[in-house]
């Protein structure tokens, strides 16, 4: 199969390679821009089996998710056993708005008139435009869940209940609790700390010798009266710079019963890593007070999506966190100063396992906290819980990993070997260092078509605008678009410089007017509230926000490439870009492509990989041997470090081009 | 060999014993009877090599301990490689009042002139008289240490300090701050904990990567600036139910810098276990205030002997904690309750390792506390201290280990087999329920002989008195001391009985008037102040005290009948006989083989053993073998529950009689 090289290629031409995704489903073709917007109406049953009343949740993807990761990274569960292949045929949903064609394996699971009222397998349905969803109450009791990027987890959670009922102690039968206990668990080999010996004898002989053994691993951190088998709650974290993620999972199930997400608290002492850090060296108290305001994010957090869940917080005994170097540094309160100065070094790669009360978190007293290892100062935990929720580690093809952000994280597989390395893309994509630039909340221009050929009343600029609100600024994505969008119709040349009025009008002239000039410098003109309002009043962008967008995807293109030529790979040979994190996962893919910012490749192959961090922290918590498997990557990953590379500076110059 | 079967035995057929306790020693002879004095000045070098003044130190022991155990035992460091068995002649001391035997050992070690200026080796000396003992300074870096019964322990603390120079990190050379230290330790899988981490970075940094690692176990418990691995201090703690005793340890070689006991702060809640448990049943908070006066008890003697040594608090990283069950479960917060309830059932055998802090001790941050485990509710981790420092795991000979007092502990081995069971002798032992009983405190009678054939000025009755002042009234001690001297004159009859009247004056004659009435009970008059005295104002044995004694030791002897009976054994099997703890070793074993405490053997065979629950603590600082061996004991010794025997009756009624 040849694969078209630019990124002007024909979207028919690779329609077939949605293939690769989702063997056996029928592709749905995109262009790789925009949103959709999901509206699922979820069904769930009581203990008792009765129904409870439905609930409506609105969810806002990337175009060509499929309804099943959608549902999924919003916290919906929807049965499923195959981990989102198309084989086992359990997550039926029904589309109730918008058309979705039918799939050979939607053929077989349903009957005609099931497909005709709208009955799917989530997994299959590639949301391309806006729908109407409902899902249906959890039928199994599942073994497995399915999390991250279809990864299939089989239930083997590190928290896990016992409960027992135990003979009474006899002169002729002098036991100890303990051994007692632990002779009717005997296929752990549990250890007890002081707390649970602190109480043992007195539930076991308050609760008639009828208790539940907590268990974390192998350690036994409580016993509690009768038989709480039942409640086993544990929360993943994606502890970012900027937004921090909660997820509430019944271990047991693997379902997510909650997700919610804030601000780091950490804010006001910088937004991003280095302005942290440096605090940290300005002022004795500060890796005191971040550490705290880390805590306290993860806290409020917590009891959000407890009471969100409808779960006691003292039934939590395990949260998991990913969170990069940095991040995990602050709030283990461990000085980071050594990761914000060359040679960028670690205290430690793994963190010790520690009490969720030390960090602030008012779950049972005895829950711990799981921090992702980091494979180096600028490739963290939150990349490695990344690696584990995209099968990095397994998937035997080849692969680019791409975390967009200030510092862009890039993981490079060929089935074999995988290599990372960090690239230092600089605020840009948040919005920082842009004139217009804003984050993506409401008001925030997010996506961007132009028609240079636009006619009558058609706008010869689209703009996707952030809670359908008056455009205020333009978030990294929009920012993107804006580029990518001039340099499609030619108003801004390869090297990134805005053309001559008198070329814009040549090119593009129902566009030229929206060339103008603040001061010295030229400016795109995005949006004008009102035909008076000034240029400077107006958002825009200017000739210095293209250089900074310049500057950060030549960063991060440098990374890649460099990775690409250290496995003697080509462009064409990468067969999955996964655009991970908050911000990447809302780039639009065929932007990302034109701008350079991944390799030239079909669209398609661009996935967005949603919030891997955090459903690598789902991971950990559901399964002990994908726990595992992210320590393993800490010897399986080669880390690159780039300021060490003599070709770096030139590779970079090269990347700087929109051309190239 | 035939041994003497009744209490009655010559001394001398059996002088030849005492090469059991010593092979290749002079036998040292003495009768079991009294005390000696030993007044030791001890000298030592500071670091730089100069003098340091002498300190004095006056020591009080049975006779027939060595001088090298008696100042061992109180913390005075001898040089000595071989463990006491006279082989490595390095404990030399000069003897400067007394006059002491030359052993062969002695002579080859010595010149005619030093041997004419007394010096000896001490391990040889047997103290059967008042002694001034000089000891010179500590001339070796031991290897090795001498604690316990003769128990030489090569040196390999938990606790080890490591300095290291680390080369500084580089682009090419990222490895992680714990890497690179751990990297340079490669002979320990070292973990460290969260607040290691937290300050490794800043310490690397601050000392320019020249640093002490402290290690327990392969615990890396703290990175310290510089090389500090000269201090390696740790404490020993007796943790007793009347007396709690602290030893402050150099662990790098073995010697004691100070000892130092004070009474548990938990007796204003009861003198015993039984009392105490009984206070957490009545009152829910008094768990909480015994857990607290445990801890301020074994505080309060950290304070002291660090004081007294000299020594950092914060340079002391590990305790150890001899202590029975009920104390052990105290201090540790664990409700004791099933302990002191049919069926006696412990929460567990082995308390897990806390941090010192968790008990209230100002140490090391992260020192932490190493508890003895337990055999059973009444066989407790003293006792397996004790088993440890009185080798009762390895020795081949047949021996017996009787912890005298409220709570007796008694553990028999052949060499093969190890038993171990608990008697309940009440209180006797310890002056509680006896009419004139006391604590072995001043004015209290330790030690008294009988001659019923004294003449004129001669004393019928010769009384030792605790601080030589006014007799007050009669120790654990001076009770059996008291009942064996009247049984042996007669005036006690075999079932415990006073003579009558007409019978002590046949008798006794010169001791006949000391016998009075007390209301209708009959009493043996040991002290009146003045002829006036009243007799209820004496100090006195009562018929009831006797009945007490009976019944005290009646508990003892059936625990070890029915062990030997368990065993095969008779009394002459048993080679050696160790009366351990505080009364125990100041017990007279004359008087002891008399009353029938213990097996019918002659006088040497019977050991005063110290405070081996102490010692024991201390080999497990000085060594992790020594500690696996503790913990290895746990498999090793069955436990025998004398409630649950039908023979226990019998045989306690058999054993009541002093004849039996």
Redesign the interface.
Known sequence: MTTPEGPDFSLADVAREGLIERPGVEPATHDGTGRVDLAFTVHAKAEDGSALPPTQRGVRVPPGVTVFDAASWNGIAIDSTCGGHGTCHKCRIRVEGGEVPITRHDARTFTESQLTDGWRLGCLVHATRDLAVEVPPLTTRPKAATVGIGRQVILRPALQKRYVELAE???????????RLTDAIDDLEL????HV??????VL?ESDFKVTAVVLDEALIDVEPGDTTAARYAIAFDLGTTTVVGTLLDVGTGTPLAVTSSLNKQQPFGGDVITRISATMMDKDALGRLQEAAGATLAELATRVCREGGVDPSQVYEVAVAGNATMTALA????P??LGV????????Q??S?LAS?LGLSLHPRARAFFFPAL??YVGGDIVAGMLATGMDRDKRTRLFIDVGTNCEIVLSDGETILSTAAPAGPAFEGGAIRCGMRAADGAIEVIKVDPHALGDDPAVTLGVIGDVEPRGLCGSGLVDAVSELVRVGLLDDTGRLVTDEAAKEIAPGLADRLARIGEERVFVLHRPTPETEVAECVYLSQRDVRELQFAKAAISTGWTLLLEQLGLEHRDVQQVLLAGSFGSYLSPASAVRIGLVPKLPVLRIVAAGNVAGEGAKMALLSVRERAGALALLEEVS?V?L??RPDFNDTFVDQLAFGS
Chains 1, 2 share one sequence.
């Open positions: 102690a006899t002169l002729s039968d002098q036991r100890t609790d303990l051994v250890t007890a700390d002081l010996l602190r109480r043992l004898s007195t002989r283990l309160g461990i000085d100063e050594p060359a040679p960028f070094v670690m205290t430690a790669a963190p010790p520690v030390e180096g100062a880390y470090e300021s060490d």
